[in-house]
């Protein structure tokens, strides 16, 4: 007998107390900060917010847009491995799941390796855009791990049935529709990671908000304007993940705990082709190349 997770779904008096309580303890770090605000708002002078305000809303683009990036490629990589049988295909997915321990910092310093061993301007590995690029490579895989993991809720019979009835992109279409919710979550996971770090930017010599926050109590020592500028940051990060998750749809965790046995991948001749040909420019660009990056001299 087995129990699920999805237990602690269910309506009950505890689950009020229980969010509360999570909630409380979530917050209790910040509570310093909130403190501080009172005392401190004054620190932010209007040209100081209005720069602040201007990297914060370029670090949330740099996210949102790598999010969007990463989603339509993890979800078109979990998807293949999930409903179709091709060349490679548990190397490729080692590959991509094994990017996930690499620390970000890395991938920037790969990028700046490669611009300047690089023969002529490569403007992809600079700036703003190499920082985007940074992000696709921590969403990438993310969200093919959680749309393999989401589609092992369908029910093989019914996607025979549909394949039959409705041909193979129908299908697709309803399959992408089901784990959709899934890899939102998990997109918007890998760019939090990105927007909360320092090092990507840092390496890549981008200003954003974080930067900036680091900035003011490493170098400036200034601790009550790092709090203001926390708690600015805090709740425009908090505004983009609940708008996100609001977008995603209802109780997206459900699919990605699902006790089915999943798709048995089959072989079809042009979606396997084309699977192939995707997950190898995927390996290249988004492993080969950034670890090559790291090895050159």
Request: glycine share 8%.
């Given at each position: ?76 990589t979990g ?73 092992s809720g ?131 660009v988004f ?11």
């Amino acid at each position: 007998m087995s129990l699920s997770v999805l237990v602690l779904e269910r309506p009950g008096r505890w689950r009020l107390a229980g969010l509360l309580l999570v909630f409380t303890a979530s917050l209790l770090p910040a509570v310093p900060l909130f403190s501080a605000w009172g005392d401190s708002v004054h620190l932010l002078s209007p040209e100081k917010l209005g720069k602040f305000s201007i990297l914060l809303f370029k670090s949330l683009a740099t996210s949102l847009l790598g999010g969007i990036f990463g989603l339509l490629l993890g979800l078109s990589t979990g998807i293949f491995y999930a409903f179709y049988d091709y060349p490679w295909k548990k190397p490729f997915l080692f590959s991509f799941l094994l990017t996930i321990m690499v620390p970000t910092l890395l991938w920037s310093i790969s990028l700046n390796n490669l611009s300047v061993l690089s023969p002529f301007p490569v403007y992809l590995f600079h700036g703003y855009p190499a920082l985007i690029l940074v992000t696709v490579m921590v969403t990438f895989p993310l969200v093919t791990a959680s749309t393999i993991s989401a589609c092992s809720g369908l029910n093989p019979s019914q996607c025979d049935a549909v394949r039959m009835a409705a041909g193979e992109g129908r299908l697709l279409k309803l399959a992408v529709r089901y784990v959709l919710p899934a890899a939102i979550v998990a997109a918007c996971l890998g760019s939090l990671l990105i927007i909360s770090s320092p090092g990507p930017a840092m390496g890549l010599g981008v200003k954003t908000a974080v930067t900036e926050i680091l900035v003011s109590f490493s170098a400036l020592y200034d601790m009550k304007l790092a709090a203001v500028q926390c708690l600015l940051m805090s709740g425009a990060t908090l505004i983009f993940t609940v708008s996100v998750l609001a977008f995603s749809g209802k109780r997206p965790m459900e699919l990605l705990v699902s006790s089915a046995k999943g798709l048995a991948a089959k072989r079809h001749e042009k979606m396997s082709r084309l699977a192939f040909y995707f997950n190898l420019v995927c390996c290249l660009v988004f492993v080969a190349m950034p670890v090559t990056g790291l090895v050159l001299p």
